[in-house]
């Protein structure tokens, strides 16, 4: 069974700190995605990562792929309040359409 | 705004009754995903329709059905509903039959089973 673990689930952190979120995924994928979703809200895509050491960067978020050790990492840089949100790692490429993690519930405070 | 409207936002009804939920995709786009999210479960696939014709399945129960229809919008339907039900049920839109494509997410219709 495919799982996609996200670490931390749960993050508080002050404004203008760096953080990254980690996203290990069981079986091998030729497709990563990250996604956010604001409370109440839809899910809006953020970063499709297609290829092993794919780097893809907007604004203070960066993502990463790494397939041979089946890991994402969505890395913040200087952080503000607007990211506040939960992010989702989301494997595709299965049978089962996506697989989702189950998100981190960033929080951040001035 | 994502383009892909569902409708309606909000849906209350009581255990054993059946709703239908509605899901207009992005203009030019062939597939329909339908996901649920809830507490316990979190985000699940459930099935996906390309051009009018099931392509995937996730964990959908047999109480669930769906259907895509030549306009392309798709219809969810669920019956006997259960309590376990309650969930946000989101519909999503992209342009391939596959997953390569970004998929952009309506922003969902909120079922509460009484």
């Known amino acids: 069974e495919l799982k996609v673990e996200q670490n931390p689930l749960f993050l508080s952190m002050q404004e203008g700190k760096n953080y990254t979120i980690y996203c290990n995924y069981s079986t091998t994928s030729d497709r990563l995605y990250w996604y956010r979703q604001d409370p109440g809200k839809s899910l809006e895509s953020l970063f499709v990562?297609?290829?092993?050491?794919a780097v893809k960067q907007e604004g203070r978020l960066m993502a990463s792929l790494d397939t041979k050790a089946r890991l994402s990492t969505l890395h913040i840089t200087a952080a503000v309040h607007d990211l506040s949100a939960t992010y989702f790692c989301?494997?595709?490429?299965?049978?089962?359409?996506?697989?989702f993690g189950k998100g981190t519930h960033l929080i951040i405070q001035p | 705004d994502s383009g892909v409207t569902q409708t309606p936002k909000h849906l209350i009804t009581a255990t054993g009754q059946r709703v239908t939920l509605r899901c207009s995709p992005r203009s030019g786009d062939l597939s329909v995903y339908w996901y649920q999210q809830s507490l316990d479960q979190g985000l699940q696939f459930l099935i996906q329709y390309y051009n009018g014709e099931e392509r995937a399945k996730g964990n959908i129960l047999e109480r669930f059905s769906a259907q895509q229809f030549p306009d392309l919008h798709s219809e969810l339907n669920l019956s006997s509903l259960e309590l376990g039900d309650s969930a946000l049920y989101f519909c999503?839109?992209?342009?391939?039959?596959?997953?390569?494509?970004?998929?952009?997410f309506g922003a969902g219709t909120r079922l509460s089973v009484l």
């Open positions: 989301v494997k595709g490429g299965g049978a089962d359409g996506l697989t």
């Open positions: 990562l297609l290829s092993n050491g």
């Open positions: 999503a839109s992209s342009v391939g039959r596959t997953d390569k494509n970004i998929q952009y």
